[in-house]
């Protein structure tokens, strides 16, 4: 069998490697848009449930060479007054890390997999995917050029569209979707150079969700000085939304002021967002979920079928979980057109429960709980504002929605 891969990002990639690795097919060919693969981008979370796919394809000792692994999750209220912290990845019992890591770095390693495994004709880059034809025995893929140019057409049994959230195929299929769903809140990404806070090892979420914080350490002992790389993302609540494009660049004077007074005395957030190296922005939108995915010898992936909004680190994740089902099935099922649907069948339930679950009740909803309470001001005693019981509760219910609570994922067997 001939597997035509359509986007060369994190759920294409680990799409080619899985699939070589089951020995799913014959001939596998990714193609990528970009005509250059640059380190682009800033943090992204993977945890221990898409951890262990990719340790699963050997690349767990690759990832932590060049990832952070945080011990604690910890959230704030906008006065910097912890709220509640749990232990994360391996200190809470998990049987795989969880990885805070450069989205160019998790990119690289899996490219320089699928090029040594693969060989490197299998990833061809300056294909863009405009469309796509199908047989009863085939599929065939249009590509043109990043200047516009077509070029020559490409044919195989299967094609996975992981073309990403703006994805060609996607709209193929559903030509009358219209925009994008924004309810009201952009984002702006950062890196920055620091010495570590907290314990040197924590994701630490603050304040609710009209102004919202998210920093944690992507690459250790950058300098002599023993700096960290921090990402950073705040959540604004903003009427109109920026560019879907992830790779906008942002203004400082858009947000800052929002945080010009979150001084504490683990961090000081306004300094941190000036000694920026990057700064990019992103507005919160999503998708409605679709009915389907797979139409014969065609189906979506990761982004290009479930476009979500960036939170609980589950973006990357769940296009990663895709890719080793979507892999696993197509060897466990004789034909390749059942082998799709079967995925869809597997994948889509899951993946719309937690579209559905970020719009309503994304992770920091145990901060808008304790804010709400507060009205916003500084509390003496937190067990007087909500007990901890209850805030194990609403942490542990997004954990089990998103698919990494520990119960679910594996335990440590030492």
């Known amino acids: 069998m001939e597997l035509i891969i359509v986007g060369g990002g994190i759920g294409g990639l680990t799409l080619a490697l899985a699939a070589h690795a089951a020995k799913a097919a014959g001939r596998i060919r990714v193609f990528e848009a970009a005509s250059e693969i640059l380190p682009l981008g800033v943090g992204i979370n993977l945890g221990p449930h898409a951890v262990k ?107 996975i569209a992981c073309d990403g959230i703006h994805s060609a195929v996607r709209a193929q299929f559903y030509p009358q979707e219209g925009p994008f769903a924004y309810r009201g809140i952009n984002m702006w990404r950062g890196v920055t150079r620091q010495q570590p806070y907290l314990t040197g090892r924590s994701i630490a979420r603050i304040g609710a969700r009209h102004s919202t914080l998210i920093i944690y350490p992507i690459r250790d002992h950058i300098d002599a000085a023993g700096n960290q790389l921090v990402n950073w993302v705040v959540e604004i609540e903003r009427e109109v939304a920026v560019p879907v494009d992830w790779n906008k660049p942002g203004r400082l004077d858009d947000f800052l002021p929002v945080y010009r007074d979150w001084h504490f005395d683990w961090l000081d957030v306004p300094a941190m967002m000036r000694k920026a190296d990057a700064i990019f922005s992103y507005p919160m939108v999503d998708r409605d979920p679709l009915a389907r995915w797979s139409f014969g010898r065609v189906t979506l992936l990761g982004d290009a079928a479930h476009p979500m909004y960036p939170q609980g680190g589950n973006g990357g994740a769940q296009a990663i979980i895709d890719a080793a089902t979507l892999a696993r099935l197509l060897v466990s099922e004789g034909d390749p057109a059942a082998a799709l649907k079967a995925y869809e069948a597997a994948r889509l339930p899951p993946t719309s429960r937690i579209v559905l679950q970020n719009r309503s009740a994304p992770p920091n909803v145990i901060v808008d709980t304790v804010e709400q309470r507060t009205g916003g001001k500084r509390f003496d005693r937190l067990e007087d504002v909500i007990s901890a019981d209850e805030l194990k509760a609403i942490f542990e219910r997004y954990q089990k929605v998103a698919g990494y609570h520990v119960q679910q994922v594996g335990r440590s067997q030492g």
């Open 53 to 159: 796919e990719l340790s699963e394809l050997g690349l767990q000792d690759a990832l932590a060479a060049v990832a952070c692994q945080p011990q604690d999750y910890a959230f704030f209220t906008r006065h910097g007054q912890l709220v509640y912290r749990e232990p994360w990845g391996l200190a809470a019992g998990h049987r795989w890390p969880h990885f805070s890591i450069h989205r160019g770095d998790l990119h690289q390693v899996l490219l320089n997999a699928v090029r040594e495994r693969l060989g490197a004709e299998s990833f061809i880059t300056g294909h863009r995917c405009i469309g796509v034809e199908q047989s009863d025995t085939s599929v065939t893929a249009r590509f043109v050029a990043p200047d516009g140019t077509s070029l020559p057409q490409r044919q195989g049994d299967v094609l």
